[in-house]
């Protein structure tokens, strides 16, 4: 890359996803080995957007790591990140494990409402990781990025050891997460490219705080529950089940599918010790009011929903003012983040001054 040494800054923006077949508990927490596969649909508008730039204000500098991290919230105020950040330990990895010797100035902000099962550490940390490996590289694009050896499924792998679920946003459409034999057979793979069908998710959100028990701290708890290894049995079938529904583009058959896993995990948390309640009274309030919606109206939407008390929403794109209007009308205080299937992650930069 014949590129001059003006100061650059690199943008990243990283889509969350929603799983469809669920990845929770892990075989080895430190190497980030999921105890099974999982599928998901990437997001569009639920997405991180994080900037990065060398820096070399040693009056700036964090005192362990040498990095600068800040946040930014959703009104664009930047915060410092406190030192036992997962973002900043992950940066610190990601420096370490690639040797490079320059700190960055980064800052970041979500679309959407973060820490509350949106799969924000999925967008979040993917972010920073494609975010910091341009500006540390210089690509200005993810084919340079290709080209000095940090290819999609490289990023995702190693987007993945800050958040598991990150490395299935570094590819559009409907992506697989293979937990392989081992750790170091892992693998992520699209399925289906966001045009094979496009759907519509509509985020409920029953409530945007950040809930008290992380989703790392949650997957420790998975062996304590009786129902876990049932759980982890029947994956393989319904990966199969869901895989057959994406293919036939058959949403009651999909939609069947993803009640009962999203319900399944949420069973798994349930009966752990010691016992996770993510669902709020206004999650179990809407779940079933959506079903009772559907059986009795024709209602043509099913749920999902991540480590957290709020709901997504499935239907066909045709039907997302029908869908809005009615889950409207039945939860005014509720407000909807209208999303869809997304084409992945994307890499812009601009000259500094």
Known sequence: MAHND????????VPSNIALVKYWGKRDPERQWPANDSLSMTLNAARTITTARLHHDAKEKDKDNGDVLLRADMGGELQP??????????????RREL???AALHISTKNTFPSGCGIASSASGLGALTL???????????????????????????????GSGSACRSFFGGYCLWTAGAEPES????????????????????????????????????????????PRVAGIPARMRRVRAALAARDLDALGVE???????????????????????????????WL?????????????TIDAGPNIHVICDLKDTAKVSARINAAFPHMAIIADRT????????????
Not at 6 to 13: D, H, I, R, V
Not at 139 to 161: K, M, N, Q, V
Not at 261 to 271: G, I, K, N, P, R
Request: charged fraction near 20%; glycine fraction near 6%.
């Open 131 to 161: 975010a910091a490996i341009s500006a540390w590289t210089g690509a200005r694009s993810l084919t340079e990025l290709a080209a000095s050896g940090f290819d999609l499924p490289r990023l995702a792998e190693l987007a993945r050891l």
């Open 291 to 303: 079903r009772k919606e559907r059986e009795e109206t024709g209602l043509p939407a099913y749920f």
């Open 258 to 288: 993803i009640e009962a896993e999203a319900l399944d995990m949420h069973a798994v948390m349930m009966t752990a010790t010691p016992s996770l309640r993510y669902l709020l009274d206004g999650s179990v309030d809407f779940l079933s």
């Open 186 to 229: 892992q693998s992520v793979m699209q399925v289906y490219d966001q045009d094979h069908w496009p759907l519509a998710d509509l985020i409920v959100i029953v409530s945007p705080e950040t809930k008290s028990v992380s989703s790392s701290a949650g997957h420790l708890t998975t062996a304590s529950s009786p129902l876990f290894k």
């Open 99 to 101: 040797k490079m010797p």
């Open 6 to 13: 003006q100061p650059l800054e690199f943008t990243a923006e």
């Open 81 to 94: 990140v406190t030192g036992n950040d997962k973002a900043l330990r992950h940066l610190a990895y990601l």
């Open 342 to 353: 997304g084409a992945g992650p994307t890499l812009t930069w601009r000259p500094l001054p």
